[in-house]
C-alpha cells in the first residue's frame, strides 16, 4: 500500500501570500482612493474590487474542497480494496 505524499507549506510561503494578498487589497484601494474620477466611478470600481476578491476566495475554497473530497473518496476505496482482499484471505489454505 503506498502512502501519499502530503503537500506541506512552510510559514514564510504562508506569511509571503498574506502580505502579497494584503498589499496588493491596499494599493489598490489608495489608488481608488485617489483616483481622478467623480465619487460614484469610484464606488462602482470598489464594488468590482470587492466581487473580484470575494469570488477569488470561494473559487479557492471550491478547488480546495473538491480537491479533499477526491483525496477522501480515493481513500474509502482503498479501504473497500483492502477489506475485500481480507475478507478473501484464507492463512489456512494450502495450494498444491
Known amino acids: 500500500m ?3 505524499i ?3 507549506q ?3 510561503f504562508y506569511a509571503q501570500a498574506v502580505a502579497s494578498f494584503g498589499i496588493s487589497i491596499t494599493a489598490t484601494s489608495i489608488a ?3 483616483l ?3 465619487p460614484l ?3 462602482f470600481l470598489a464594488l468590482g474590487l470587492l466581487y473580484v476578491v470575494t469570488s477569488t476566495v470561494v473559487l479557492c475554497k471550491v478547488v ?3 480537491q479533499e473530497i477526491t483525496d477522501v473518496t480515493s481513500r474509502v476505496d482503498q479501504a473497500r480494496l483492502d477489506k475485500l ?3 478473501e484471505h484464507d492463512p489456512f489454505r494450502v495450494d498444491g
Open 41 to 43: 466611478v469610484r464606488a
Open 6 to 8: 502530503q503537500p506541506q
Open 2 to 4: 503506498t502512502k501519499k
Open 32 to 34: 481608488l482612493v485617489y
Open 36 to 38: 481622478p474620477a467623480q
Open 10 to 12: 512552510t510559514a514564510a
Open 64 to 66: 480546495r474542497d473538491r
Open 85 to 87: 482482499l481480507l475478507t
